[in-house]
């Protein structure tokens, strides 16, 4: 039965075209560099199975591919088609010798059976789950084996009041309305900036992973908590 949200969905698809370059263009490449920062703290063991969800365009994937090497096996899911293909058109440019695999699916309920994994990323997704938050991090623990990691990189909040009374005053405007005339989407620029706004701080989130099982939960916030990565482990 699918659970991820139809509207959500539509949404991420009819913005494929612009995604990347607005990323880029609205952190001024920030996201580029929170995605090289969480990967580079990922210890991989050789021929790492590694799953990526909410995927995406396949950034944090492509990034897993430069440092873990062409033994590693990686797999992207995501349940918007359109970013799929993208992932896989760029992932064929730019890594044309490491097998990924891009699959539509939802976070919230996996087709891989238990233990598949030795890691499990999602890269700017959690915070369009909500109500499933729940679901989604009790399918990561599923399909990853004991001792595996859980790799949570999120648009956070930022510490110092000025910073963050700054910071949503750029989200709700720069971000809704250049963003959304440049995508020619308004709404889902509106989203976007609504979703970072709303979305529960670093404390609240790794509660949430403890709660679902993950031992050894930690996070370590990116310039001044405007993102965060957490990282917990699976028991055995
Ligand atoms: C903000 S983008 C992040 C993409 C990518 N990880 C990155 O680093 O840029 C969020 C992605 O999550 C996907 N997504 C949102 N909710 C989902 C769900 N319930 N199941 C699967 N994919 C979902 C969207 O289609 C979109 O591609």
């Keep these: 039965m699918p659970r991820g949200n139809p509207k959500l969905q539509r949404m991420f698809s009819n913005i494929t075209p612009h995604y990347d370059f607005l990323n880029h263009f609205l952190s001024a490449g920030l996201d580029i560099t929170w995605r090289k920062r969480a990967v580079g703290t990922m210890a991989l063991p050789a021929g790492a199975r590694v799953l990526d969800l909410c995927t995406g365009t396949g ?45 539509s699916a939802e976070s919230e309920n996996l087709p891989f059976p238990d233990l598949s994994f030795d890691a499990v990323t999602i890269a700017f997704g959690v915070r369009n789950l909500w109500s499933t938050l729940d679901l989604c991090l009790k399918e990561m623990a599923r399909v990853l084996r004991p ?55 670093p404390d609240e989130l790794r509660a949430r992973m403890l709660q679902a099982g993950f031992h050894e939960v930690s996070y370590r916030l990116y310039e001044w908590g405007i993102a965060a990565l957490h990282v917990g482990t699976k028991g055995a």
Excluded: C, H
Aim: proline share 6%.
């Design 59 to 103: 950034d944090l994937l492509l990034e897993v591919a430069r440092r873990a090497g062409a033994r590693a096996r990686l797999v992207g899911a995501d349940f918007a088609q359109p970013m799929l293909l993208e992932a896989l058109r760029k992932t064929r440019r730019k890594a044309p010798r490491q097998p990924m695999l891009f699959l």
């Design 147 to 201: 001792g595996g990691r859980v790799y949570i990189l999120e648009m956070s909040r930022p510490r110092l009041p000025w910073l963050r009374r700054l910071y949503n005053l750029y989200l709700r405007t720069v971000v809704t309305y250049v963003g959304g005339a440049l995508a020619r989407d308004r709404p889902a620029y509106r989203y976007l900036a609504q979703s970072i706004i709303r979305f529960m701080g």
